[in-house]
């Protein structure tokens, strides 16, 4: 198992899958109607999106996009991202961010032009300032789902992991 090391925006891991991608997938299906489990998600045609179960998630709770590696065909590629509302406000700030930087870079090109002092021109690093802030908070965000991502990956493992007829030995929908 590949270990992350040092935080990523969107944290990516592939696993190989012992079994035939359709097989994994059925799996990956049984494991998630397992209504014990921690992990919750849909299916996709070629992959599911996982989170943890509602009671136990929290703002900053990780997804997990799985989808199948076509190139290989033999191993399933997972990739973190916050939730989607999270992710939404990232977007929504980096948006209002940027409308901040062209709104003050713009109004201080004009203090410029009819030579007053260029006061609004400190709404740019201001703005470069927060943008920088908004990201480290991603990593903030990251280390405080370390338990979650821990747990979803785990999920995948587990399922990957089992040979087919054995999902009631192998403990998928433990807390484990």
Not at 4 to 10: G, H, K, N, Q, T
Not at 32 to 58: F, P, Q, T, W, Y
Not at 141 to 169: I, N, Y
Request: aromatic fraction near 8%; charge should be negative; proline fraction near 6%.
């Amino acid at each position: 198992m590949a270990e992350m090391s040092s935080p990523r925006v969107r944290p990516t891991f592939s696993q190989a899958l012992p079994v035939e991608p359709q097989v994994f997938l059925t799996q990956l299906a049984e494991a998630i109607a397992n209504v014990e489990g921690r992990c919750r998600g849909h299916m996709l045609s070629d992959g599911a999106i996982l989170k943890i179960r509602r009671e136990e998630r929290r703002v900053w709770s990780p997804a997990l996009h799985l989808h199948l590696d076509h190139e290989t065909g033999s191993e399933v590629v997972g990739r973190f991202s916050p939730s989607s509302p999270v992710w939404t406000a990232f977007i929504a700030i980096y948006i209002g961010l940027a409308c901040v930087v062209l709104g003050a870079g713009s109004y201080g090109y004009a203090q410029m032009l009819v030579e007053e002092t260029p006061w609004a021109f400190l709404g740019v690093p201001i703005a470069f300032l927060l943008g920088g802030l908004t990201y480290g908070a991603a990593f903030i965000g990251q280390g405080l789902g370390a338990e979650d991502m821990h747990e979803l990956r785990s999920f995948v493992e587990r399922v990957a992991a089992a040979s087919p007829g054995r999902d009631s030995e192998s403990g998928l929908g433990a807390n484990s």
